[in-house]
């Protein structure tokens, strides 16, 4: 794989799923998305925590917040973040809303991140990446994290229902319709956004600034979806619920003893 990690390469090969084997059916195209998704799933020989180890979780601080906090859109910053000022850890997610393993991550650990970010325990950052366009020669993963963006730009709580909205586009097999630039506008509308956001993502607005966060994980020679606690890239299985917030509970205590 050019762009990442063959230290991922092992990884893939133990996400033996029903979704992955409808997509192994389709082939050639299959093939190449799974290997552009890089590094997802379980991964071995990493610095994070391993998640399911014999430690008991242990139990969460109080709560610091009853809703995530925001920050306005900065085009200088090739991500989206909530909670910058928690004293928690720093959460980093690089993500293709086209890549399967995103999707299949997003189902699992969602609900999870949403709940520590709404309560403030976690800083959170997301990095809308248009990865898989170059594989697939459409622009399905920039229209997505496009309209993500848009939807950011207008208002940074239509974001989880944007996030969904955009997984929920992504085809069940190679041999499905992408959908297009007018359909995923069309979505992003149904899931909340204005009309403004819909125009955004028909004009290609912030083609551009998601091109630079695609830079970004090109420069760290990742696949999708990569987590980062702190800085250190999580190795956990992704697929698995529970997993991640396992891992993040343990960081959120240990800082907060500090």
């Avoid at 299949?104 to 990446?129: M, S, T």
């Avoid at 940074?156 to 997984?167: C, H, S, V």
């Avoid at 899931?191 to 993502?201: H, P």
């Amino acid at each position: 794989m050019d762009s990442h990690k063959t230290s991922h390469e092992p990884a893939l090969s133990r996400l033996v799923t029903t979704r992955r084997a409808a997509l192994a059916a389709g082939g050639a195209t299959a093939a190449a998305l799974l290997a552009a998704c890089g590094n997802s799933g379980s991964k071995e020989g990493g610095k994070a925590s391993d998640s399911g180890g014999s430690d008991a979780t242990p139990t969460l601080p109080e709560p610091t917040q009853s809703a995530a906090v925001s920050v306005p859109f900065d085009e200088s910053k090739p991500y989206l973040e909530f909670n910058p000022d928690s004293k928690g850890p720093a959460v980093e997610l690089l993500v293709d809303y086209r890549c399967p393993h995103c999707k299949l991550f997003a189902e699992a650990q969602d609900k999870d991140i949403r709940e520590l970010v709404e309560k403030g325990y976690i800083n959170y950052r997301v990095y809308p990446r248009p990865m898989l366009d170059k594989r697939t020669g459409l622009s399905f993963s920039n229209d997505t994290a496009s309209a993500v963006v848009a939807s950011w730009v207008e208002d940074p709580k239509l974001f989880w229902d944007m996030n969904e909205a955009m997984f929920a586009l992504q085809p069940e097999s190679p041999e499905d319709t992408t959908p297009d630039t007018a359909e995923v506008a069309e979505a992003a509308v149904k899931a909340g956004a204005s009309e403004e956001v819909k125009n955004a993502v028909l004009d290609e607005k912030y083609r551009d600034y998601v091109a630079t966060v695609e830079a970004v994980g090109q420069e760290r020679q990742v696949g999708t979806p990569t987590v980062y606690i702190d800085g250190e890239e999580w190795m956990g299985d992704g697929e698995k619920p529970g997993t991640l917030k396992t891992d993040l509970v343990k960081a959120i205590v240990a800082k907060a003893k500090k």
